[in-house]
């Protein structure tokens, strides 16, 4: 089986580059017959409930995407349209959008997810009809194995290699001494346990796990929990309460704070400068793509903040309260560009082909910076189904958030758990 | 006809239907029918607590999780087939509905609604707290190929459709003759005036814990049907929400009418669906309608249906 | 060593849960005590009211306190015309039967998110408090060295915080004495405890259900306009207060004031305390069972007199 696969991939590639596959009778007669019919992306878009501020900035971004894309000329001469479909952040209603993408609205693929939960509930049917689904989601879900050969998160890092590659700089900048406040679900247990594990490497140690229920909006009482030998205070909060998270985190420490470190999620959305985020003036972030533009800003960040209609603050060009979900959505252009490969380096002519488009995408493995991979370089494994790439730590300076620090892809690895090319389709 | 000619002929003609339904529906709509079947299901053991007995729960979400996650446990951690891990997802849904029944019927009215809603809150945290084997919001996946009884592929989607339609004929069915039987006489005696019934000689607790536990356990047949046909298990299914639709669909189709509940899930499910391609602010028109429907048709369709013209409605 | 201070923040944010919450399930027991019916879309209230003062505090700009004093009156006025309307519009018609009102209520209920959603938006935005400025004492604790001070591990909180409470104890004692004192008070309870006799007496029974449920909503509303510049607004926030003040109303016993504030403070102080001694989240299920067991055995509720 595996031999065949690489046969084939090799096929592919000599086909590919040679414009040997446009000579090929079979592809070309369909190349005709369907040359004007657009190529259908489905877009799981959390469009109602918890996860709605996140699904405005994928739909915006994934719309850039496709008109860059089609202005460009779109996939294998064919046009890309997007068929959107609210899933309201819940899983049942993920997996009847994706039946609905196969089924109903003839999709060629399914793409976009991020809230972990919806991808876990439509991961399965994504298998059943055998449509490949893109999940944009950094989640650790796929690279773990348990879902199957036609879910793939090519564009975007999951919660493992974010949270692993953060231990180094961390014990070295910050303190070795750390206590770890997260929501008491799977998300805030991948932190826990990641996290715990790489501090120990790196020669650190975490005094106190404290977990918050996912149903509280106050948190001061449990921060006398923090011990106090604390010197880094590591927190990841989502949901609507994670202002007043870090508001009354601040209002507890007041001026005589640990060092505390954070990932954005806690504030995707939610502007600086709004009242009472004051005190992380002097405090960590990851960020998975920097915010606020940085002084050595790319092109490749200028073309892709303009194409989603982004200033360099993070927020919307058109409305600088409107503040985007920055450290995430670049996942969305990203995929939809690895996708265009994937179909171009397969010769896609129809659903067919998605399990050569799947095997076009596993073949992949470097991605280069560029328009097209604006948030860095990147490994993809395709193994695991997974994407590695750089993670950026930034400092809250003045209200902005500045990069201090960007992890090596390296950094980021872990030993495979899974190999999907293992199963059959 | 006589009248239980009618009623059977009407019950057996919508199943009759639904298996032709199977045969002709495309793809799309035979999955979207599967999925309403189970969840009808969940709404008719709703129904035989709330439309038949006059108790509204606002908990139920956790007799549909407790056979969610009994049958998903058992497959996911116990490597137990899936049959066997069916029987033990409906064990646990009756096990914690006879639990329940003890301590929340103590309680009426107003009071039974706040108990068995704590107690469902208690439920959900519970799947949050033991995440390290349910993996809490995020669930967990049933692989495909364990997902088979006796070499059927339940997830294979005519498969799928018809084992739906097997659990919700069976529940359709037992609650018809039920609530026709004097079994479900006296719960609808229960209903209209409890102290009456106790008077000639009833025991209401007796009845009413029963009709818990049936309730209980059909929802649970339901919550384990729905991870095994589908493949996932996760705390959403055990929310709030996941407690106030069933209690929707039952209003919707008709409270008290054994077709209600699948009248009021399929029309709701169809409501969403539809008004979704129709505007991105569908939720605006499904809260129209059913504001609607209050005021044009407050018993429900069928109910509606029954006053009107067929009395005879069981 | 963390016993102490935990204990004390865990009963003074559950103080400041409590204040909010008594009001806003004194909203719902107003509606549920007068007209017998359950307002599924009561948590939409509040989150109206904590919207609507995002939409004035922005829009008059300046000090805080100016937008945060003109939310205090506009934002439980025009959720209050808003329910009334709904009221009259919707309920009245259905005879305020308890099965259709569970419906249209569930129907107001996606209305209102949806158009939130619409017109506000999915994030979750604050609201500048009118002041705050941080109380904190350090934790004394006897050493090796002696006295030994803490910071900042020992009593903290922020005077806006002690207004909540303050301000929310104020309005309690207002409306009871507006609803034990005044003719419209009277009216209501006469409404309450018998309506065909009510009606018989030639009291507008149908208006003054309009008005009670404008001023559940309102009520609701002014909750939400005091917790805002501590817990954002949020299209979404309504749900956990609909679940609350029903189980406080329920607890306390329908009908008692006193057994509303009652259960409130039992509810928001139980799980902060219980938190102290076990970890949050079984100490959140743990708490939620002992309310629920306080109902199993108590199915009057704290105050509510036993059924006849």
């Known amino acids: 089986m595996s031999k065949l696969i690489t046969s084939r991939r090799g096929l592919l590639k000599g086909a590919a580059a040679g414009g040997l596959l446009a000579a090929s009778p079979l592809v070309s007669r369909y190349a005709q017959a369907q040359s004007s019919a657009p190529i259908r992306i489905g877009f799981q878009q959390h469009s109602t409930g918890i996860g709605a501020a996140y699904g405005r900035w994928y739909g915006r971004t994934t719309e850039a995407a496709a008109k860059a894309i089609n202005d460009a000329g779109g996939i294998n001469g064919r046009p890309l349209e997007i068929v959107a479909e609210d899933d309201g952040t819940d899983p049942k209603r993920g997996a009847e959008v994706v039946e609905k993408f196969a089924n109903q609205h003839e999709c060629d693929v399914a793409f976009g997810t991020l809230f972990s939960h919806v991808v876990f509930g439509s991961a399965p049917a994504a298998g059943e009809l055998k449509i490949p689904y893109f999940v944009v989601s950094e989640g650790h879900h796929v690279a773990s194995g348990a879902l199957n050969r036609y879910t793939l998160q090519p564009g975007i890092t999951d919660v493992k290699s974010q949270v692993q590659a953060m231990a180094p700089y961390v014990s070295q900048n910050l303190g070795k001494k750390v206590t770890m406040i997260f929501p008491d679900f799977a998300f805030g247990h991948d932190h826990r346990d990641f996290f715990t594990q790489a501090i120990e490497a790196q020669g650190g140690e975490v005094l106190e796990h404290i977990a918050i229920p996912p149903t509280e909006t106050s948190f001061t009482k449990y921060f006398p929990k923090i011990p106090r030998d604390t010197e880094v205070l590591y927190h990841v909060m989502v949901g609507p309460a994670v202002l007043t998270f870090v508001k009354e985190l601040g209002e507890f420490f007041g001026p005589s704070a640990p060092a505390i470190f954070g990932f954005i999620d806690s504030l995707e959305a939610v502007d600086m400068s709004s009242p009472g985020l004051e005190f992380l003036d002097g405090t960590y972030f990851w960020e998975g793509m920097p915010r606020y533009a940085q002084a050595d800003q790319t092109e490749y960040d200028k073309a892709f903040r303009a194409a989603v209609g982004v200033d360099e603050n993070g927020a919307s060009v058109s409305d600088a309260k409107d503040v985007s979900t920055y450290a995430h959505m670049f996942g969305c252009w990203e995929t939809l560009y690895i996708i265009k490969r994937g179909m171009e380096a397969s010769g896609y002519a129809g659903p067919q082909d998605r399990a050569k488009l799947i095997e076009a995408v596993e073949a992949m493995s470097a991605m280069d910076e560029g328009f097209e991979h604006p948030q860095g370089p990147k490994i993809f494994n395709g193994k695991t189904h997974q994407t590695f790439g750089k993670q950026y730590i930034s400092r809250v300076e003045n209200g902005r958030m500045v990069r201090v620090h960007s992890t090596s892809i390296e950094d980021t690895f872990y030993p495979d758990e899974v190999d999907y090319t293992a199963q059959s389709f | ?314 | 060593m963390e016993f102490g201070p935990h204990l004390m923040l865990a009963i003074l944010e559950g103080a400041v849960g409590a204040a909010v919450l008594s009001l806003t399930a004194l909203g719902l027991s107003l509606v549920f005590g007068v007209m017998r019916v359950v307002n599924v879309a009561h948590g939409e209230f509040f989150m109206l009211g904590a919207v609507l003062a995002w939409f004035v505090a922005t829009a008059l700009g300046g000090h805080p306190a100016v937008g945060f004093v003109a939310a205090l009156v506009v934002a439980p006025l025009i959720a209050g015309v808003i329910a009334a309307a709904a009221d009259w519009l919707i309920l009245k018609r259905v005879e305020y039967d308890p099965e259709a009102t569970i419906v249209a209520t569930i129907g107001i209920l996606y209305i209102m998110q949806q158009s939130a959603l619409m017109l506000y938006g999915p994030e979750a935005r604050p609201v500048e408090p009118p002041f705050n400025s941080r109380i904190a004492l350090p934790w004394v604790e006897w050493g090796e060295n002696g006295l030994a001070l803490f910071y900042p591990w020992g009593f903290g909180t922020t005077t806006y915080k002690l207004f909540v409470i303050v301000a929310a104890a104020a309005l309690l004692v207002a409306f009871w004495l507006f609803l034990t004192r005044s003719r419209f008070g009277l009216i209501m309870r006469a409404t309450q405890l018998d309506r065909e006799t009510a009606l018989a007496f030639g009291i507008p029974v149908e208006r003054v259900y309009a008005l009670v449920f404008g001023l559940g909503a309102a009520l609701a509303a002014f909750a939400a306009v005091l917790i805002v510049p501590i817990s954002q607004a949020h299209y979404l926030m309504g749900g956990d207060p609909l679940l609350l003040s029903f189980i406080v109303v329920i607890i306390g016993g329908l009908g008692s004031i006193r057994g509303t504030i009652l259960a409130a403070l039992l509810i928001g102080l139980s799980d902060g305390i219980i938190s102290v001694f076990f970890s949050p989240t079984l100490a959140k299920i743990l708490a939620t069972l002992l309310v629920a067991l306080v109902l199993v055995f108590r199915p009057q509720g704290l105050f509510g007199k036993k059924p006849a």
């Open chain 2, 1 to 314: 006809m006589s009248e239980t000619g009618k009623i059977w002929a009407l019950h057996l003609a919508l199943i009759a239907a639904l298996i032709v339904a199977g045969l002709v529906l495309p793809a799309y709509h035979q999955g979207n029918l599967a999925r309403i079947l189970v969840l009808a299901t969940y709404a008719v053991g709703y129904n035989l607590l709330f439309g038949y007995t006059g108790l509204l729960s606002l908990g139920h979400a956790m007799f549909f999780g407790a056979g969610m996650y009994g049958l998903g446990l058992a497959m996911q951690h116990g490597d137990v087939s899936a049959l066997p891990a069916f029987v033990i997802g409906l064990i646990c849904a009756a096990v914690l509905a006879a639990v329940v029944a003890l301590l929340a019927l103590r309680t009426i009215g107003v009071a039974f609604m706040i108990v068995t809603l704590m107690f469902a809150q208690s439920a959900f945290l519970t799947v949050l707290y033991f995440g390290e084997w349910t993996r809490g919001d995020e669930g967990f996946v049933l692989q495909q190929a364990t997902r088979q009884i006796a070499g059927v592929d339940l997830s294979e989607p005519t498969n799928r459709y018809y084992a739906a339609l097997i659990l919700f004929s069976a529940a359709l069915l037992i609650t018809l003759k039920l609530v026709r039987a004097r079994f479900g006489r006296v719960l609808v005696a229960i209903r209209e005036n409890e102290e009456r019934t106790r008077m000639l000689g009833y025991d209401c607790f007796r009845h009413k814990f029963l009709a818990v536990v049936l309730s209980g356990t059909l929802s649970g047949a339901a919550g384990a049907a729905y991870g095994l046909l589908f493949g996932y298990v996760g705390a959403s299914f055990t929310g709030v929400q996941y407690s106030i639709f069933p209690l929707l669909w039952v209003l919707l189709g008709g409270a008290g009418t054994v077709i209600g509940p699948f009248v009021g899930a399929l029309f709701m499910f169809y409501l969403i669906d539809y008004a979704s391609g129709w505007t991105s602010a569908y939720m605006l028109i499904a809260g129209a309608v059913l504001v609607a429907l209050t005021l044009f048709a407050p018993l429900g369709l069928m109910g509606e249906l029954r006053k009107r013209w067929l009395r005879w409605l069981p």
